[in-house]
């Protein structure tokens, strides 16, 4: 089913901000307390409508932390392998320097792919020996996008998600969910690259972190919950938008044709 109404990213963005509200990300595990009100499950951490995070340079190592065990799992298990760490008091670079690489492993183990992500931590705890915190906030968007990219381990991506969520710098983070959300709205071909992507959030929205911040986590929040694999096409608000609705049968339908089906086998 094709629709001719066309959506731009500023009214995208619109939409997505009117219905679910400020995503405050990215979630710190001391504040815990604070539950974003439009998450579902136990998600906590997160400071919708406070853009003044990270405060200080042990929360700015705690995301480029959570950058990297969030990496091809979901944001449940990397806070699990986040937690374990800070019970025990580990989310520091000193002390996660010198922990033994298999010991690291073990502990970041709900967030998948561990043996991987204990060495690309270990990686990133060499880079940063060498490049502190400090003297990384001084540098340019590309110069620190270049410098995390050079590190193994490090993919768009994730040097993205360090330079917008750790450094308050306004970069675009893409993702698959912001391909699949672009792609089924008709916004861009199916096949469109991480950096064609980017390029064309930076060329339609103003370079601005709070923006940049707030619309990938509004595209994760609908994707997630509505425009999922198996989308939720009637209730999603942005239908009358969408090149590629999919409707959705209804048990009665389906349960005829798959007879239709198997009588002309
Ligand atoms: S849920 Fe359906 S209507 Fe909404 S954006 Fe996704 S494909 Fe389009």
Not at 21 to 31: A, E, N
Not at 123 to 130: A, G, H, T, V
């Amino acid at each position: 089913m094709k629709n001719s109404a066309k959506i731009s990213l500023h009214s995208l963005y619109d939409k997505l901000y009117k219905n679910y509200g400020s995503q405050g990300w990215w979630p710190l595990v001391d504040l815990k307390p604070e539950i974003n009100p439009t998450q579902r499950g136990s998600y906590t951490g997160y400071h919708p409508g406070n853009n003044n995070y990270p405060k200080n340079e042990d929360q700015i190592f705690e995301i480029i932390i959570g950058t990297i065990l969030a990496q091809n799992t979901s944001w449940v298990n990397a806070e699990k392998a986040l937690w374990n760490l800070a019970q025990e008091n580990l989310i520091s670079e000193n002390k996660l320097n010198k922990l033994d690489l298999d010991e690291l492993a073990q502990i970041i183990r709900p967030s998948g792919f561990f043996n991987q992500k204990a060495i690309k931590i270990q990686n990133m705890l060499q880079f940063l020996q060498k490049n502190p915190i400090s003297s990384l906030k001084k540098l340019e968007i590309n110069v620190l996008r270049q410098n995390l990219l050079d590190i193994k381990g490090v993919g768009p991506e994730t040097a993205d998600s360090i330079v917008l969520y750790a450094f308050n710098k306004p970069i675009f983070v893409n993702d698959a969910y912001t391909k699949r959300l672009l792609s089924r709205i008709g916004l861009i071909p199916e096949k469109s690259t991480y950096d064609f992507i980017q390029n064309l959030f930076h060329s339609q929205i103003n370079a601005n972190f709070v923006v940049y911040n707030e619309y990938h986590a509004l595209i994760v929040q609908h994707c997630v919950y509505v425009c999922s694999s198996k989308p939720k096409c009637s209730m999603c608000f942005l239908n009358q938008y969408c090149q590629k609705i999919i409707p959705i049968k209804s048990k009665k339908k389906a349960k005829k044709s798959k007879s239709i089906n198997k009588t002309n086998k």
